[in-house]
Every structure is written in structure tokens, then in C-alpha cells.
């Protein structure tokens, strides 16, 4: 017997729309309103700013480690900004644009990488998970909960994030396996930014492209140039939709680059070149979408003010939050505290009653290595 | 028979509370593998799917890591998922799933979340099976906070239980013991009923020991009590756990502050197991009391040696009446 080919169909696609020099595909050019794209810029911007904002407040000990997003702006945005607030958002900890633009506070935030348990709780209205450390264990909850949106008949969609690194977890390739069979309407984004804090994407998989991996679960995939925004925003758009209309799950492979550190306590000059961070920097996605929005006279003029106050008005109410108190590590383990939990929180009351009161803010505090990383002081 | 009372095993016990939490709360579904069809391997889920159709029993693909954390999401979103692990020894599979995530939920997003979720699993020996077919692991998940752990002994609590745990707002974690599916049938009440979480049970009242114990023990500190009736005039009591974590600290204390002496009983090795923690509580709420130091009869500190040998590993009532001697005697 011969040996036939059984899938001569499998494509992988590269979508890009608007070039690093600003070239525009036209045909391909997305639908988006004045206002749309103004708001998309302003929260690109906000991500940027801010986290260069965080990257000086962990220099100062004001917060903890954090891992940077700049670089990523427009493959978190242009993902994020096709979703309406009813949708699931399903984090992993480098997508603090999108978080924000979901509606996690920034004060919120800077609590999170603070070491305050109260960063990670999402308003009553917010179909938002919070930050997930481990890498890739967050794909299966959002498979699940798209399963719930399923089994309810809600019309959602759940768009989960993870980086290149994760990839490689189990979890993300059991993810995509039960979202093939199951059909449930969840998008799956990559943000390929080609380094797991040292190791490069080569060292990650043999594969060619990220994108490919879906073709094995019976889900589409499709790569797109991560620092266009309007490619990101298309393919996203397209998976959405067909999420949403009950066609099932998509795999987004966004390629970027991380253009700053693994996080505050990484020092990449050990693993990789200026020359390949500043090729990257030629590619940056802000630039390369403000020189758009001008050529479509659309004024983007004071953003940086604008979200430069807004940054600042958060930083300083962040501030004022106060150390926090140490009996709410009891609040929330279960529904109602076992006796022997009260007991210990007791232990905890009877221990604070005649100490001081903690005193503000967590300055002087040394930074906490996550994941694999050293503290560094450069 | 009493008038409203069916005679069950373990396993139609369980599967009635599974068919009746589900006719109760559309919310409850069931996930794992070979659940479905087949109705599970020990035959727990059978015929639900025929009764609730294949989006409420599912049959998932053979993956623990996917079908705790699928189930996780679900619970995020409101449903509650009772996930079926085929045998304990897989669970390591799902355990970082249990342990980074559902166990945390409710703490990381402070009480915006939590994960009404149980996750069912056989465990144990004394069925002649290979190995991670036989081990005990309750230890591992009763360490974490966040979490509650149930092994229930007989048909009747098994039923009660799961429901109960079904209803529990927080995760649990049930274990079945294999040795007790198809042993002795109890007389289960065909109305649905629960018991609390967090509650021991006398199993046996006495007046000059303590026997702990909990599962397929349970049985053999049954064995060892009367024997110990009829040959030394002992009059042992023994505390069914049922509950793992949290743990019954007032009933231990309660018992040994009658009793005087103790005894633990668990298939899981020794060392950093419950017997640890729950000498350390009788040792907290009881101390005076003590006469002698609490003995514990458990597996040995080995990896599972094989069912040709497992005899020699798992509990029996001659080690149970030897140690309760030895402790009597103290």
C-alpha cells in the first residue's frame, strides 16, 4: 500500500497591515471609528508610560518585582480592545495594558506587584480573572469557563494570554486539545516576544511558527506581526467573532518582543544583544501607529500629558494606601474559617494588640525575585 | 427494612447522591475519564449520562491537568464540577491545579472568585492492584490551605458526604476507598441527606482507649475493637474522621480526655502523615489526659512494594491489637 497524504490543506498564515516603515494594506485595513482608534492609541500609550513609571517605582523600592510590557503594547491592545466588557479576560502577568484596559485599576496594580492581596481582586462587574504566576496553568480555566458560557447558552468569549515559554507547559497543549474537542468559544493569544527570561524562542520548540500547534488540536491558527496593532486588532476580531457566533476556538501567535526585562530582577544584557533589542526598537509599535493616526489627521497631540496625570493621580493614591493589615490573610482561605483557622487568626489579634501600628506605605523593602530570577542592581 | 431505606454498596451509595445533587441543581455536572458511557471504572457515575445527557456527564480526554483546570473555570464561572481522577496515584497530574489554583481562588481574589468544586478520586489498597492503582495520599492535600478532604468509611456517610460536599462553597477533595466499594452494604435513606463537613463520628463507644481512624481502616480498627473486647476486656472507642481537613480537634480532644490513650490508624506512610497531626492535636487539647505516648500503626515509609506484598505494608488488626496493647500497657 502507498503512503497517501492525508492533510494537504494544513496553511499557516502571517497577517501584517501596517509595516515598521508605515506601509498600509490598505485592502486590509480595519474598520475602526476616529474614536476607536483614539482610545486604542491612548491605552497603548498608558501601558507604556506606566510601565515605565513601575520600572522606576521597583528601582526606588516603592513597589515589587514586575515584569515589563514594553514592546507589547499593540499585541495585548489590538487583542483586548475586541472584547466587550460581558467577554472573559484570562490573564497571565505581562498584560498589564489590557488589564487596565479591562478595567483593573491602575492604584490596583501597583497593589498587586505591592504584595497586597487586594491587587488581585476584580471589581463586582468585571469578567476578569486575576494575574496567574504560574506559567500556562491559566489555559485550562479559560477553556472552562468558556465551556460555562457554553453549557448557559451566554453568548461570551474568553480570551486567554500566555508568552512563547509556556508554549512548551502541558497545560497549554491540554488546553488547546480540550477546547478542539469541546468547541467553546475561547481565543487564545500568544505574545511571542522571543525570550522566556534567557531563552530564546529556537531553544522553546522546533516548530516553525507558535501558530501551527493549533492545526494539531483541530483549531485554526494564524500568526500576526505582534507590533501592528491593526493586524493584531484584525485577527482578533476574526476569532471573536467566529468564537462567538459557536465556531469555536482560535490560536492567536502575536510576534514581538519584549524590549525591557524578563522582570525588574532580570538583567538581559547576559543572554542577548543591543543589536537584536535595538533592531527590535526600529520595530516598536507606537511609533509605528501614531505616524498612521497623523497620515489619517487624527490629533493624538497631549496623550502623553493626559495619561502622564492620570498615571500620577493613581501613584499617589496608591501611596496613601497604608501597610495593609496582617489579619486579612485570614479573610478569604475558605467560605467560613475552620475553628483551628480562627483560633490562629486569634493568635495573630493577640500578638498585634500593644504593638504599634504598622507604619505606612512598604518603602526600604527589598524587591522579590519571582520565578527564576536573580536580584540585580544595575 | 426500615420504610424509606434501601440497602446499598459504596458505590450505588455515591452514585445516588451524585443523581440526586444533579436532579437538584442544574449547575452540577460531571467531568473526567470514562464517566460517561462507561460510567466510570468503578462503575460510580453509571447511567448518568443516559439521564443527564453528555454536556452534564462529560467524557473528557485523558488529562488530569485539563479536567481539574477546566473545572476550576467552570467553578469560576458559577457551575460546580465534580471531576472524577480515575485513581489517586494519577492526581499528581492535577495537583498543581488543586494546589496553585483551586485551593487559592477565593484567597487571590479576595473572595470575588471561589471554586465550589469537588474532586473525586479512588485511593487505597487491598485490591490486588499495580502500583499507583493502590497508594494513600490524603496527607498531600490535607497540608493545603484552601482545601478540605474527606474520606468517608462506609456507604451511608459516602452518600451524605459527597453531597454535602457537592454543597460546600470551597473545594474538597474526596477519597474512596477501592477496598470499600463493594464491601459491606449499609441501609441509606432514599431522601437525599448530608453531614457536615469537619465532624467525626463515634464509631464505638469505650471508655479505655482511643482508636483513630478513617476509610478502608475503619474496618480494621472494627476488627481490632472486638477482639480486644473478648480477649482483654478492653473497652475501645473509635472516632471515624470522615473529615481529613479541617480536622475534628474538639472530638479527639473530647475522646482522649475520657480514654487516656490513643491510637492512629491510616494507609499512608508514616512520617509527615495524619497520625503526625493528629498526635500533635490530641497532644494540644488533651495533654493531662494522656497515659501513654499516641502509637501509630501505619504504612511504612517505602513507595508502594507491590500488591505481593502488601500485606505486610497496609494495617491489620493484629498490628492495631498489638500497638493498642502496647499502648494499654504503657
Redesign the interface.
Known sequence: MPRTILEPRIKIEHLSILDADGNLDVALEPTLTPEELRQLYRAMVLGRRLDERMVRLQRQGRIGTFAPIKGQEAAQMGSAFTLRPTDWMVPSFRETAAMIWRGWSIEKMLLFFSGH??G???G?EQHD??V?I?VG?Q???????????Q??GDDSVVMAYCGDGATSE??FH??L??AG?WHVPVVFVVQNNQWAISVPLKKQTNSATIAQKALAYGVPGIQVDGNDVLAVYAASHEAVDRARAGDGPTLIEAVTYRLGVHTTADDPTKYRSDEEVKAWERKDPLTRFKAYLEKRNLAVAGVEADVDAEIAAAVARFEAVGAPDPLGMF?????AP????EAQRDEVAERLRGQAPPRSGGEGEAPVPMRGQRITRR | MAAGMTKLNMVKALNLALQQEMERDPDVLVLGEDVGVDGGVFRVTDDLQRQFGSRRVIDSPLAEAAIVGTAVGMSLYGLKPVCEIQFSGFAFQCFHQIENHAARYRQRSQGRFNCQMVVRMPYGGGVRALEHHSESEEQFYAHIPGLKMVIPSGPRAARALLAAAIRDPDPVIFFEAKALYHAAKEEVPDAPELMPLGQARIDREGRDLTIVAYGAMLRVAREAAETLAAEDGVETEIMDLLTIAPIDRTALAASVAKTGRALVVHEAPRSFGPGAEIAASIMEGAFLSLEAPVHRVTAYDVPFPGFAREKANVPDAARVIAAARETLAY
Open positions: 492581596l487586594e488581585g481582586q476584580p463586582p480573572l486575576p496567574c504560574p496553568t489555559m485550562p480555566h479559560a477553556v472552562g469557563l468558556a465551556y460555562a458560557v453549557y448557559r502541558g497545560d491540554e488546553a486539545n480540550f474537542v479573610a478569604h482561605p475558605y467560605a475552620p475553628a483551628a483557622l
